[in-house]
């Protein structure tokens, strides 16, 4: 059984060579450069509702 998201959840992950870091909390998550403040966010329901943008299938 999978661990409830209760909490924020912070992990640092490259993209193109590049450090981000990944926020998940129980809202939703958030994508920043590392180093910097501002970042792209989404909520869960923005994603599952199909408000993430052109390329945010979820599900298949």
């Given at each position: ?5 209760s ?54």
């Amino acid at each position: 059984m999978a661990t409830k998201l209760s909490k924020q959840l912070k992990r640092e992950i490259e993209v193109d060579g590049k450090p981000y870091m990944i926020t998940l909390s129980p809202e939703g998550l958030k994508l920043t450069e590392k180093g910097k403040r501002l970042g792209k966010e989404m909520t869960w329901k923005e994603i599952v509702g199909g408000d993430a943008g052109p390329s945010g299938s979820v599900g298949g």
